[in-house]
């Protein structure tokens, strides 16, 4: 298994027994949107349950941020070319240490290792830890046919003001 030490925290490729402890620290991540107005719902909103962890675990596109406890994960699948990052969070008294960072970059790394052409993502345009993040991170909104589809799902699902991110590996 390969770990990736950072200044704070371990990356580790999620294991079948941290599915069932993801939902919970997406909950609790889900939280700062209390905050930001038209959009406080998301804090109680549905996160991805633990067979759906287990799904991106079983195909070697989950990693976890573990430094003596789960403290964050990233979930991701390949589509096309791409890794798509489904969801990142990480635990709100750990926000701002750089785990999300370092996550991130673990997820390129494996886009690399694996070929692919890209890392792409949805998210919200005007959420500071959203499209700005990512934006200081190199992405940029795109609109390929995949990703104005996955947006067209989420603004079926009333996920307002989102936008589609690439990060062009090659």
């Known amino acids: 298994m390969r770990h990736v030490r950072g200044r704070r925290g371990l990356i580790r490729r999620a294991t079948a027994a ?9 909950q609790a991540a889900g939280a ?11 804090a109680d909103d549905r996160v991805l349950d633990a067979e759906e962890h287990a799904a991106a675990i079983a195909a070697g596109t989950a990693w976890v941020a ?7 994960f990233l979930t991701a699948t390949v589509a096309s070319d791409a890794l798509h990052i489904d969801e990142i969070a990480v635990l709100p008294d750990r926000q701002g240490a750089g785990i999300g960072r370092q996550l991130i970059a673990t997820a390129v790394e494996e886009a690399r290792a694996r070929g692919l052409s890209a890392v792409t993502l949805t998210t919200f345009r005007d959420v500071a830890w959203n499209a700005p993040f990512y934006a200081r991170l190199g992405f940029v909104e795109a609109s390929d046919a995949r990703l104005v589809a996955l947006l067209a799902e989420e603004a079926e699902r009333r996920l307002p003001g989102r936008c589609a991110m690439l990060l062009t590996l090659r």
């Not at 941290?18 to 997406?26: G, K, N, Q, S, W």
């Not at 700062?32 to 998301?42: K, R």
């Not at 573990?66 to 964050?72: A, I, N, T």
């Open 32 to 42: 700062s949107f209390a905050a930001v107005p038209g959009l406080e719902w998301i």
């Open 66 to 72: 573990d430094d003596g406890g789960l403290v964050g």
């Open 18 to 26: 941290d599915a069932a402890l993801l939902p919970a620290i997406e």
